[in-house]
Protein backbone atom coordinates (compact mmCIF):
# COMPACT_ATOMS: atom_id res chain seq x y z
CA UNK A 1 0.00 0.00 0.00
CA UNK A 2 1.26 3.23 -0.46
CA UNK A 3 1.64 6.05 1.32
CA UNK A 4 -1.48 8.47 0.07
CA UNK A 5 -3.52 4.79 -0.03
CA UNK A 6 -2.56 4.97 3.86
CA UNK A 7 -3.11 8.13 4.60
CA UNK A 8 -6.95 8.11 3.33
CA UNK A 9 -7.43 4.88 5.03
CA UNK A 10 -6.21 6.37 8.47
CA UNK A 11 -8.08 9.72 7.31
CA UNK A 12 -11.34 7.99 6.74
CA UNK A 13 -10.78 5.68 9.99
CA UNK A 14 -10.08 8.78 12.25
CA UNK A 15 -13.12 10.76 10.50
CA UNK A 16 -15.06 7.42 11.48
CA UNK A 17 -14.19 7.49 14.95
CA UNK A 18 -15.06 10.78 16.31
CA UNK A 19 -18.56 10.52 15.93
CA UNK A 20 -18.08 7.21 17.30
CA UNK A 21 -16.30 8.66 20.49
CA UNK A 22 -18.81 11.79 20.41
CA UNK A 23 -21.67 9.05 20.38
CA UNK A 24 -20.03 7.35 23.08
CA UNK A 25 -20.04 10.48 25.04
CA UNK A 26 -23.12 11.89 24.54
CA UNK A 27 -24.61 8.56 25.70
CA UNK A 28 -22.71 8.47 28.64
CA UNK A 29 -23.44 11.55 29.60
CA UNK A 30 -27.10 10.43 29.32
CA UNK A 31 -26.82 8.11 31.37
CA UNK A 32 -24.60 9.50 34.20
CA UNK A 33 -26.97 12.64 34.30
CA UNK A 34 -30.08 11.33 35.66
CA UNK A 35 -28.02 8.57 37.62
CA UNK A 36 -26.52 11.73 39.52
CA UNK A 37 -29.53 13.39 39.67
CA UNK A 38 -31.47 10.46 40.70
CA UNK A 39 -28.97 10.23 43.55
CA UNK A 40 -29.48 13.78 44.66
CA UNK A 41 -33.02 13.08 44.06
CA UNK A 42 -32.55 9.76 46.75
CA UNK A 43 -30.69 11.50 48.95
CA UNK A 44 -32.93 14.79 49.48
CA UNK A 45 -35.80 12.40 49.60
CA UNK A 46 -34.09 10.16 52.53
CA UNK A 47 -32.80 13.94 54.38
CA UNK A 48 -36.61 14.97 54.24
CA UNK A 49 -37.87 11.73 55.61
CA UNK A 50 -34.67 11.73 58.30
CA UNK A 51 -36.46 15.31 59.42
CA UNK A 52 -39.97 14.58 59.28
CA UNK A 53 -38.93 11.02 61.35
CA UNK A 54 -37.09 13.64 64.22
CA UNK A 55 -39.99 15.98 63.99
CA UNK A 56 -42.51 13.30 64.84
CA UNK A 57 -40.16 11.97 67.36
CA UNK A 58 -40.49 15.64 68.79
CA UNK A 59 -44.12 15.79 68.74
CA UNK A 60 -44.51 12.40 70.55
CA UNK A 61 -42.25 13.68 73.03
CA UNK A 62 -44.01 16.53 73.53
CA UNK A 63 -47.02 14.46 74.24
CA UNK A 64 -45.66 12.21 76.78
CA UNK A 65 -44.04 15.45 78.28
CA UNK A 66 -47.78 16.39 78.56
CA UNK A 67 -49.04 13.64 80.08
CA UNK A 68 -46.40 13.12 82.47
CA UNK A 69 -47.20 16.88 83.79
CA UNK A 70 -50.75 15.87 84.05
CA UNK A 71 -50.04 13.10 85.49
CA UNK A 72 -47.19 13.61 88.34
CA UNK A 73 -47.37 17.68 88.57
CA UNK A 74 -50.29 18.67 90.92
CA UNK A 75 -50.03 22.21 90.71
CA UNK A 76 -49.95 22.14 86.81
CA UNK A 77 -53.22 20.03 86.26
CA UNK A 78 -54.54 22.27 88.94
CA UNK A 79 -53.97 25.58 86.50
CA UNK A 80 -55.77 23.04 83.68
CA UNK A 81 -58.39 22.48 85.24
CA UNK A 82 -59.31 25.70 86.28
CA UNK A 83 -60.21 26.48 83.01
CA UNK A 84 -62.34 24.20 81.52
CA UNK A 85 -61.90 24.65 77.59
CA UNK A 86 -58.80 27.05 77.45
CA UNK A 87 -55.79 25.82 76.30
CA UNK A 88 -52.71 25.90 78.70
CA UNK A 89 -48.95 26.12 77.75
CA UNK A 90 -47.14 22.87 78.57
CA UNK A 91 -43.69 24.20 80.39
CA UNK A 92 -41.16 24.74 80.74
CA UNK A 93 -40.16 24.47 76.89
CA UNK A 94 -38.89 21.13 75.71
CA UNK A 95 -36.89 20.27 72.52
CA UNK A 96 -35.80 16.99 71.08
CA UNK A 97 -33.55 16.58 67.57
CA UNK A 98 -32.92 20.68 67.06
CA UNK A 99 -37.11 20.75 67.29
CA UNK A 100 -39.04 22.67 70.21
CA UNK A 101 -42.59 21.81 69.18
CA UNK A 102 -45.35 24.06 70.94
CA UNK A 103 -47.70 22.12 73.79
CA UNK A 104 -51.27 22.67 75.71
CA UNK A 105 -52.91 20.95 77.53
CA UNK A 106 -57.10 21.71 77.60
CA UNK A 107 -59.49 20.18 80.36
CA UNK A 108 -62.84 18.93 78.95
CA UNK A 109 -65.47 20.88 80.16
CA UNK A 110 -68.35 19.22 82.27
CA UNK A 111 -71.33 17.59 81.03
CA UNK A 112 -73.78 19.13 83.30
CA UNK A 113 -77.00 17.68 85.28
CA UNK A 114 -79.85 15.65 83.69
CA UNK A 115 -83.14 15.04 85.24
CA UNK A 116 -84.26 11.76 85.93
CA UNK A 117 -88.26 10.33 87.10
CA UNK A 118 -89.10 12.68 90.22
CA UNK A 119 -89.22 10.70 93.55
CA UNK A 120 -92.73 8.96 94.57
CA UNK A 121 -93.10 11.79 97.12
CA UNK A 122 -91.17 15.10 98.38
CA UNK A 123 -87.73 14.34 100.72
CA UNK A 124 -87.31 15.62 103.48
CA UNK A 125 -85.04 16.03 106.47
CA UNK A 126 -83.42 12.24 106.82
CA UNK A 127 -83.20 11.81 103.18
CA UNK A 128 -80.83 9.77 101.90
CA UNK A 129 -79.36 7.95 99.06
CA UNK A 130 -76.71 4.88 98.37
CA UNK A 131 -76.09 2.26 96.08
CA UNK A 132 -76.80 -1.32 96.67
CA UNK A 133 -75.51 -3.01 94.09
CA UNK A 134 -76.94 -4.33 90.35
CA UNK A 135 -78.97 -2.39 88.74
CA UNK A 136 -80.25 -0.15 92.10
CA UNK A 137 -80.22 2.61 94.39
CA UNK A 138 -82.19 2.59 97.71
CA UNK A 139 -83.09 5.89 99.72
CA UNK A 140 -85.05 7.29 102.52
CA UNK A 141 -87.61 9.92 102.37
CA UNK A 142 -86.89 11.39 105.44
CA UNK A 143 -89.36 12.09 107.76
CA UNK A 144 -91.64 9.35 108.15
CA UNK A 145 -90.85 5.32 107.67
CA UNK A 146 -90.96 5.15 103.49
CA UNK A 147 -87.70 3.20 102.07
CA UNK A 148 -87.72 3.05 98.02
CA UNK A 149 -85.56 1.45 95.27
CA UNK A 150 -84.49 2.93 91.99
CA UNK A 151 -84.43 1.10 88.91
CA UNK A 152 -81.26 2.58 87.03
CA UNK A 153 -81.84 0.91 83.69
CA UNK A 154 -85.72 1.50 83.61
CA UNK A 155 -85.67 4.94 85.30
CA UNK A 156 -88.48 4.08 87.73
CA UNK A 157 -88.74 4.14 91.56
CA UNK A 158 -90.70 1.28 93.85
CA UNK A 159 -91.31 1.45 97.42
CA UNK A 160 -90.08 -1.01 99.93
CA UNK A 161 -90.27 -2.41 103.24
CA UNK A 162 -91.14 0.29 105.37
CA UNK A 163 -88.44 1.38 107.91
CA UNK A 164 -88.83 0.02 111.99
CA UNK A 165 -89.32 3.71 112.49
CA UNK A 166 -89.73 7.45 111.39
CA UNK A 167 -86.74 8.95 110.22
CA UNK A 168 -85.19 12.30 110.53
CA UNK A 169 -81.98 14.87 110.71
CA UNK A 170 -79.07 12.52 110.40
CA UNK A 171 -80.58 9.32 109.17
CA UNK A 172 -78.18 7.87 106.76
CA UNK A 173 -77.46 4.53 104.69
CA UNK A 174 -74.52 2.63 104.15
CA UNK A 175 -74.18 -0.41 101.71
CA UNK A 176 -71.58 -3.38 102.49
CA UNK A 177 -71.21 -4.21 99.17
CA UNK A 178 -72.62 -7.69 99.58
CA UNK A 179 -76.51 -8.11 100.86
CA UNK A 180 -77.24 -6.08 103.31
CA UNK A 181 -77.58 -2.07 103.65
CA UNK A 182 -77.16 -0.57 107.19
CA UNK A 183 -78.98 2.60 108.28
CA UNK A 184 -78.94 5.18 111.51
CA UNK A 185 -82.38 6.41 112.27
CA UNK A 186 -81.77 9.95 113.13
CA UNK A 187 -84.33 12.03 114.65
CA UNK A 188 -82.31 12.30 117.47
CA UNK A 189 -82.77 8.54 118.72
CA UNK A 190 -80.50 5.64 118.95
CA UNK A 191 -81.89 3.31 116.73
CA UNK A 192 -79.90 1.43 114.32
CA UNK A 193 -80.85 -1.39 111.40
CA UNK A 194 -79.76 -3.56 108.38
CA UNK A 195 -81.87 -3.88 105.42
CA UNK A 196 -81.50 -7.13 103.73
CA UNK A 197 -81.59 -6.78 100.16
CA UNK A 198 -82.54 -10.12 98.94
CA UNK A 199 -85.32 -10.19 101.14
CA UNK A 200 -86.84 -6.93 101.44
CA UNK A 201 -86.81 -6.60 105.20
CA UNK A 202 -85.58 -4.87 107.93
CA UNK A 203 -83.70 -5.94 111.18
CA UNK A 204 -82.77 -3.51 114.72
CA UNK A 205 -79.27 -4.30 115.67
CA UNK A 206 -77.41 -2.71 118.61
CA UNK A 207 -78.39 0.93 119.13
CA UNK A 208 -75.57 3.60 118.63
CA UNK A 209 -73.43 4.61 121.75
CA UNK A 210 -75.12 7.96 121.64
CA UNK A 211 -78.08 9.64 119.93
CA UNK A 212 -77.85 10.31 116.31
CA UNK A 213 -79.22 13.77 114.71
CA UNK A 214 -77.95 16.25 111.86
CA UNK A 215 -74.80 15.62 110.40
CA UNK A 216 -74.68 12.30 111.43
CA UNK A 217 -73.64 9.71 108.21
CA UNK A 218 -72.18 6.06 107.54
CA UNK A 219 -69.88 4.85 105.72
CA UNK A 220 -68.57 1.48 105.11
CA UNK A 221 -65.54 -0.29 104.62
CA UNK A 222 -63.64 -3.61 105.41
CA UNK A 223 -66.01 -5.27 107.49
CA UNK A 224 -67.01 -2.30 109.68
CA UNK A 225 -69.63 1.14 109.22
CA UNK A 226 -67.95 4.12 110.42
CA UNK A 227 -70.25 6.46 112.11
CA UNK A 228 -70.69 9.98 112.26
CA UNK A 229 -72.84 10.89 115.50
CA UNK A 230 -73.64 14.73 114.16
CA UNK A 231 -76.03 16.31 117.33
CA UNK A 232 -72.94 18.94 117.29
CA UNK A 233 -70.96 16.49 118.77
CA UNK A 234 -67.86 15.18 117.50
CA UNK A 235 -68.08 11.42 118.31
CA UNK A 236 -66.84 9.36 115.75
CA UNK A 237 -68.08 5.22 116.33
CA UNK A 238 -67.26 1.93 114.16
CA UNK A 239 -69.68 -0.69 113.99
CA UNK A 240 -68.08 -4.35 113.95
CA UNK A 241 -70.43 -6.19 111.36
CA UNK A 242 -69.26 -9.81 112.44
CA UNK A 243 -69.57 -9.00 116.39
CA UNK A 244 -72.39 -6.16 116.17
CA UNK A 245 -70.39 -4.31 118.54
CA UNK A 246 -69.58 -0.09 118.24
CA UNK A 247 -66.63 0.82 119.12
CA UNK A 248 -65.43 5.19 119.89
CA UNK A 249 -63.00 6.13 117.26
CA UNK A 250 -61.01 9.29 117.45
CA UNK A 251 -63.13 12.52 117.79
CA UNK A 252 -63.56 14.68 115.03
CA UNK A 253 -61.48 17.83 115.00
CA UNK A 254 -64.26 19.73 115.71
CA UNK A 255 -68.38 19.74 116.13
CA UNK A 256 -70.54 18.16 113.46
CA UNK A 257 -73.81 18.97 112.25
CA UNK A 258 -75.64 20.20 109.25
CA UNK A 259 -74.74 19.18 106.36
CA UNK A 260 -71.95 16.96 107.99
CA UNK A 261 -70.90 14.37 105.81
CA UNK A 262 -68.76 10.76 105.60
CA UNK A 263 -67.61 9.15 102.32
CA UNK A 264 -64.84 6.05 102.05
CA UNK A 265 -62.26 6.75 99.42
CA UNK A 266 -59.90 3.55 99.62
CA UNK A 267 -56.70 2.91 101.16
CA UNK A 268 -58.15 2.90 104.82
CA UNK A 269 -58.94 6.97 104.16
CA UNK A 270 -62.15 8.41 104.63
CA UNK A 271 -63.25 12.20 104.26
CA UNK A 272 -65.62 14.54 105.96
CA UNK A 273 -67.68 17.44 105.76
CA UNK A 274 -68.01 19.13 109.32
CA UNK A 275 -71.10 21.73 107.99
CA UNK A 276 -72.48 23.11 110.50
CA UNK A 277 -72.49 26.59 108.58
CA UNK A 278 -68.48 25.83 108.07
CA UNK A 279 -65.70 24.79 105.61
CA UNK A 280 -63.86 22.28 107.36
CA UNK A 281 -63.03 19.29 105.72
CA UNK A 282 -61.11 16.68 107.05
CA UNK A 283 -59.56 13.38 106.27
CA UNK A 284 -59.50 10.10 108.36
CA UNK A 285 -57.15 7.62 108.86
CA UNK A 286 -58.28 4.09 109.53
CA UNK A 287 -55.02 2.76 110.08
CA UNK A 288 -53.81 5.20 112.24
CA UNK A 289 -56.91 6.14 113.75
CA UNK A 290 -56.41 9.80 113.30
CA UNK A 291 -58.23 12.91 111.96
CA UNK A 292 -56.26 15.83 109.27
CA UNK A 293 -57.37 18.87 108.57
CA UNK A 294 -57.48 19.58 104.65
CA UNK A 295 -58.03 22.42 102.31
CA UNK A 296 -61.43 24.53 103.36
CA UNK A 297 -64.31 24.13 101.14
CA UNK A 298 -64.92 27.10 98.80
CA UNK A 299 -68.01 28.06 100.87
CA UNK A 300 -69.69 27.06 104.66
CA UNK A 301 -71.49 24.14 104.23
CA UNK A 302 -74.89 23.69 106.03
CA UNK A 303 -77.69 21.93 105.41
CA UNK A 304 -77.66 19.59 102.63
CA UNK A 305 -74.01 18.60 102.20
CA UNK A 306 -73.22 15.87 101.01
CA UNK A 307 -70.10 14.03 99.47
CA UNK A 308 -69.68 11.00 97.12
CA UNK A 309 -66.49 9.09 96.07
CA UNK A 310 -66.88 7.29 92.37
CA UNK A 311 -62.85 5.95 92.31
CA UNK A 312 -59.83 7.87 90.80
CA UNK A 313 -58.54 11.17 92.02
CA UNK A 314 -62.10 12.85 92.70
CA UNK A 315 -64.35 13.47 95.64
CA UNK A 316 -67.72 15.35 94.69
CA UNK A 317 -69.69 17.16 97.02
CA UNK A 318 -72.82 19.27 97.76
CA UNK A 319 -72.44 22.13 99.77
CA UNK A 320 -76.59 22.58 100.73
CA UNK A 321 -77.50 25.54 102.35
CA UNK A 322 -80.26 26.30 99.76
CA UNK A 323 -77.29 26.80 97.36
CA UNK A 324 -76.79 25.12 93.77
CA UNK A 325 -73.32 24.69 94.90
CA UNK A 326 -71.28 21.08 93.35
CA UNK A 327 -67.60 20.88 94.21
CA UNK A 328 -64.87 18.34 93.01
CA UNK A 329 -62.03 17.82 95.77
CA UNK A 330 -58.60 16.54 94.00
CA UNK A 331 -57.17 14.37 96.41
CA UNK A 332 -53.87 14.30 94.90
CA UNK A 333 -53.52 18.34 95.17
CA UNK A 334 -55.85 19.31 98.04
CA UNK A 335 -57.59 21.71 96.04
CA UNK A 336 -61.29 22.46 95.43
CA UNK A 337 -62.84 23.80 92.11
CA UNK A 338 -66.57 24.34 90.67
CA UNK A 339 -68.52 21.77 89.26
CA UNK A 340 -71.01 22.72 86.95
CA UNK A 341 -73.86 24.11 89.07
CA UNK A 342 -76.57 21.42 90.29
CA UNK A 343 -80.33 22.11 88.46
CA UNK A 344 -81.92 24.19 91.30
CA UNK A 345 -81.24 24.65 94.87
CA UNK A 346 -80.03 21.88 97.35
CA UNK A 347 -81.31 21.72 100.85
CA UNK A 348 -81.90 19.30 103.57
CA UNK A 349 -82.28 15.88 102.81
CA UNK A 350 -80.08 16.52 99.80
CA UNK A 351 -77.95 13.36 98.88
CA UNK A 352 -75.82 11.95 96.97
CA UNK A 353 -74.34 8.32 95.32
CA UNK A 354 -72.25 6.40 93.02
CA UNK A 355 -73.65 3.22 91.23
CA UNK A 356 -70.72 2.73 89.41
CA UNK A 357 -70.08 4.02 85.31
CA UNK A 358 -70.33 7.28 84.16
CA UNK A 359 -72.66 8.99 86.72
CA UNK A 360 -73.41 10.49 89.99
CA UNK A 361 -76.92 10.30 91.18
CA UNK A 362 -78.81 13.08 94.02
CA UNK A 363 -81.79 13.96 95.60
CA UNK A 364 -81.90 17.47 95.70
CA UNK A 365 -83.92 17.37 99.07
CA UNK A 366 -85.67 20.46 100.07
CA UNK A 367 -89.13 19.24 100.12
CA UNK A 368 -88.83 18.63 96.74
CA UNK A 369 -89.23 15.67 94.22
CA UNK A 370 -86.26 16.17 92.13
CA UNK A 371 -83.95 13.71 90.94
CA UNK A 372 -81.08 13.81 89.34
CA UNK A 373 -77.86 12.62 87.70
CA UNK A 374 -74.33 13.97 87.32
CA UNK A 375 -71.76 12.51 84.45
CA UNK A 376 -68.93 11.50 86.14
CA UNK A 377 -66.58 10.06 84.23
CA UNK A 378 -62.96 10.45 84.78
CA UNK A 379 -61.06 13.70 84.06
CA UNK A 380 -60.61 14.09 80.44
CA UNK A 381 -57.89 16.09 78.22
CA UNK A 382 -57.07 17.32 74.86
CA UNK A 383 -53.29 17.53 74.83
CA UNK A 384 -51.87 19.49 70.87
CA UNK A 385 -48.50 19.35 69.88
CA UNK A 386 -47.43 21.03 67.30
CA UNK A 387 -44.15 22.18 65.48
CA UNK A 388 -44.24 23.80 61.66
CA UNK A 389 -47.10 22.37 59.63
CA UNK A 390 -46.97 19.03 61.42
CA UNK A 391 -49.23 18.36 64.74
CA UNK A 392 -50.44 15.75 67.08
CA UNK A 393 -53.49 15.65 68.62
CA UNK A 394 -54.63 13.57 71.56
CA UNK A 395 -57.04 13.25 74.08
CA UNK A 396 -56.55 10.96 77.59
CA UNK A 397 -58.63 10.07 80.40
CA UNK A 398 -56.98 10.45 84.34
CA UNK A 399 -58.17 8.27 86.69
CA UNK A 400 -56.32 7.62 89.45
CA UNK A 401 -52.99 6.16 89.02
CA UNK A 402 -53.87 5.25 85.54
CA UNK A 403 -54.01 7.57 82.49
CA UNK A 404 -55.61 5.71 79.26
CA UNK A 405 -55.59 7.24 75.48
CA UNK A 406 -58.77 7.65 73.63
CA UNK A 407 -57.47 8.86 70.75
CA UNK A 408 -54.28 9.76 68.70
CA UNK A 409 -54.26 11.56 65.58
CA UNK A 410 -51.31 12.69 63.68
CA UNK A 411 -51.42 15.57 61.28
Known amino acids: MNTAAFRRLHHDDAGRSLPAV ?27 ADQALFEGYALD ?25 V ?16 ITATALAATGWQSL ?40 WTAMAIAPGNTGNGAALAWDGGGFIYATRGANQFAYWRYSIAANSWSTLTNTPARVSAGGSL ?42 ALV ?13 GSPEFWRYSATSDAWTSLADTPEDVHNGGALVYPGGDYIFAFRGDNTTDFWRYNILDDSWSSEATASSTVHVGGSLAYAGGEYLYAL ?33 EISGTSVEVLFWDVQ
Request: glycine letters at 12%.
Open 219 to 260: AYASGYVYALRGANQQDFWRYNVASGLWADRADTPDDVNNGG
Open 87 to 102: PVAVSPAMSLNGYSPS
Open 22 to 48: LVALAVGVLLIVPLLNGGSTSLLATRA
Open 264 to 276: YAGANQFYALRGD
Open 364 to 396: RGDTSRDFWRYRATPPRYDLLAQSGSRSTYVRI
Open 117 to 156: ADTPATVRAGGALVFGGGDYLYAFRGGNRVFWRYRLSGNA
Open 61 to 85: AGIEYAIWKLRYDPSFRASVDAVPT
